[in-house]
């Protein structure tokens, strides 16, 4: 992707390995997940989350409920990844806008991205919509 920050057009990775990573490791919607800040993000190892936890905002959740869930190994990784190529804190957003790093990416770019990531790879898109096979993919590992 092409960023166009301060006056100056750079080519960068996209975002969409760890938005992939993020949506499948916690069955999130990909709105939510776009709006991820980096004040929401809780690194810290405990012995309820071992490998870190993200505050789920409620002004980001379809019922308007804040949650806090630890992460899975997947998850941390791609986190460890972000923080290490676009260190950031607070309110800053952990997938920016290409055109303005104070805005976090609109779910129709990463939506673009995965059309065009699916393209590129030969695969059919899934069945469902573009996101939701995700969650209902998470939704079915944890069901007994």
Request: aromatic share 6%; hydrophobic share 40%.
């Amino acid at each position: 992707m092409e960023i166009r920050w301060h006056g100056r057009r750079e080519p960068v990775r996209s975002y969409l390995s760890e938005i992939l990573d993020i949506v499948n490791g916690t069955g999130r919607r990909i709105s939510a997940v776009c709006k991820l800040r980096y004040g929401d993000l809780r690194l810290e190892r405990t012995s309820v989350a071992p490998h870190g936890a993200i505050r789920w905002p409620a002004a980001t959740d379809k019922m308007g409920f804040e949650t806090m869930l630890p992460v899975n190994p997947e998850v941390r990784t791609a986190l460890d990844r972000v923080v290490a190529e676009r260190p950031g804190l607070g309110s800053a957003p952990i997938f920016p806008s290409p055109g303005d790093p104070t805005k976090p990416i609109q779910k129709d770019l990463a939506a673009g991205w995965l059309v065009r990531a699916e393209a590129l790879a030969g695969l059919e898109p899934q069945p469902g919509g573009l996101w939701h096979p995700f969650r209902r993919k998470w939704v079915t590992e944890r069901k007994h």
